[in-house]
C-alpha cells in the first residue's frame, strides 16, 4: 500500500486545524505555521519512514544471504 504525499500533507493539515480549533476554544494562541514548515515536517517524516523500513527490511547482499533468501521463498511457496 503507497500513501500519497498530498494525503500526507492533508492529514497533518487536518491535525493542524484540529489542534488549532481546540485551543482557540480554551483561549490559548493559535498555532501560526506556514506552507514550507509544514512541508519540512513532511519531509522529515518520509525521510524517517524510509530510513525504518531500510533498517527494518532484510536487505541481502551477499551471495549466500540472497540464496537463504531464495531458500526461504521457496519453502514459503511450498506450502
Known sequence: MQISKGTIV???MLIIVLVNMILQHFGID???VDES???SLVETVINL????????KNNSFT???IKADEFLKN????K
Request: proline share 0%.
Open 10 to 12: 492533508r492529514t497533518i
Open 30 to 32: 493559535v498555532i501560526k
Open 37 to 39: 514548515e509544514v512541508l
Open 49 to 56: 519512514a524510509v530510513i525504518i523500513v531500510a533498517f527494518w
Open 63 to 65: 551471495d549466500k544471504a
Open 75 to 78: 519453502l514459503k511457496e511450498e
